[in-house]
Structure formats: structure tokens, C-alpha cells
């Protein structure tokens, strides 16, 4: 089973800044199956990135991701009151999909 | 609009049995894999269980193979998780989620509590 380690484990960010999130795996991850999420308090998951980079249908273009093999990073370039949730990473292969254990991103 | 309905939670004994249902609609079922996703009380997310699009390929996490059985009606747009044997780190809410294609899940429903108490 791949592992998914997220770091940092939470963020302190004012509004406006750029937050840039790590999702390292325990080996080689495709990169058309690392996706990335955002769940704010209450909610059910919502797709952000998929196949590494690609934006999913109506998330703004200050979102992006990047990444290859083993790390993999989601930029979010100018903070906005919404954006303050949690994020994981998840991937898939043979089979089996894994989650990240997430980031926090906080409002300092 | 896609719409995941997830019905079936509640308070169950350790030991004892639990079926959760998912009415889908807005899309055509059948086109798509289907999986299940929990979340335990402040805790991150947890692959649960997965179906391909004919049912006929279902998959597993390893905290629940041999406990869990998922499956679907693609005549009725529904999907069905049959939990066994249920644990008290089995507590969560239970997503049922959309595969997308791409190894990822593109929709969610909001989720039914289960919780394993005696």
C-alpha cells in the first residue's frame, strides 16, 4: 500500500499570502491518479486537482498543482477568507486508494 | 445536477450488522465506478470500498475485507455497502463518492453517521 504523508501538518496563513502544501508518497505515484481535495467543517470533500495539475470543473486558477513521482505539491498563489479548510492528497493504484493524512490551513 | 443520496446510518452494537444505500441520480449510473469513503470523529479520510461500472469488479480496503460487502443496481441507480461484523473504529460518516475515471472522486454526498457503541 502506498502511503501518503502530508506536510505541513497545519499552516498559519493571513489572507492574501500563498500557501504551498507537500504530499510525499512511499513510492512512485502515476501521476494521472494524484488528486487533491479541500474540506471545510461540516461538508463532504470537493475535488480541487486531478491528474496532478489539472484543475477540476469551477476551481479558480489561483489553485494548482504539480508534481511527479514521489512529491507533489498544491500552490494555492493568494489566500482567500474561503480558502481556510483542510486538504489531502489521495492516490490510486492497483486497486487501492489511499488519502493523505491532510494539511490545515488556519487563519493566523 | 449529480445527486448522491447515502440513507442506512445509525447506532448499531458491536458485532452486529449495518446496510448503507446510496441513491444516485443527475447522471447515468452505470457509466461509472462507485466507491465508498468514511471519515471517523475529527479524523482525515479513509477509503473504504470500491465497484466498477458492471458490479462485476468490487475492491477492498484492508481494514474491512472480509467484513464488508459493496454492491449496485444499475437498474435502480443505487449503491449498497453491507457492513458485518462492525467494530467501534468502524464510527464514521460513510461518503458515497463518484469515480470520475481518473482514479479520483469528482462527487460526494453529504454523508450518514454510523456509529458502533454498545
Known amino acids: 500500500e502506498i502511503v501518503l504523508t502530508q506536510s505541513p501538518g497545519t499552516l498559519s496563513l493571513s489572507p492574501g499570502e500563498r500557501a504551498t502544501l507537500s504530499c510525499r508518497a512511499s513510492?512512485?505515484?502515476?501521476?494521472?491518479?494524484l488528486a487533491w481535495y479541500q474540506q471545510k467543517p461540516g461538508q463532504a470533500p470537493r475535488l480541487l486537482i486531478y491528474d496532478a495539475s489539472s484543475r477540476a470543473t469551477g476551481i479558480p486558477d489561483r489553485f494548482s498543482g504539480s508534481g511527479s513521482g514521489t512529491d507533489f505539491t498544491l500552490t494555492i498563489t493568494r489566500l482567500e477568507p474561503e480558502d481556510f479548510a483542510v486538504y489531502y492528497c489521495q492516490q490510486y493504484g492497483n486497486s487501492q486508494w489511499t488519502f493523505g493524512q491532510g494539511t490545515k490551513v488556519e487563519i493566523k | 445536477e449529480v445527486q448522491l443520496l447515502e440513507s442506512g446510518g445509525g447506532l448499531v452494537q458491536p458485532g452486529r450488522s449495518l446496510r448503507l444505500s446510496c441513491a444516485a441520480s443527475g447522471f447515468s449510473f452505470s457509466n461509472y465506478g462507485m466507491s465508498w469513503v468514511r471519515q471517523a470523529p475529527g479524523k482525515g479520510l479513509e477509503w473504504v470500498s470500491g465497484i466498477g461500472r458492471s458490479g462485476g469488479r468490487t475492491y477492498y480496503g484492508d481494514s474491512v475485507k472480509g467484513r464488508f460487502t459493496i454492491s449496485r443496481d444499475n437498474s435502480k441507480d443505487t449503491l449498497d455497502l453491507q457492513m458485518n461484523s462492525l467494530r467501534a473504529d468502524d464510527t464514521a460518516v460513510y461518503y458515497c463518492?463518484?469515480?470520475?475515471?481518473?482514479?479520483?472522486?469528482?462527487?460526494w454526498g453529504q454523508g450518514t453517521l454510523v456509529t458502533v457503541s454498545s
Open positions: 513510492q512512485s505515484v502515476t501521476s494521472s491518479y
Open positions: 463518492v463518484r469515480n470520475r475515471g481518473g482514479g479520483n472522486f469528482d462527487y
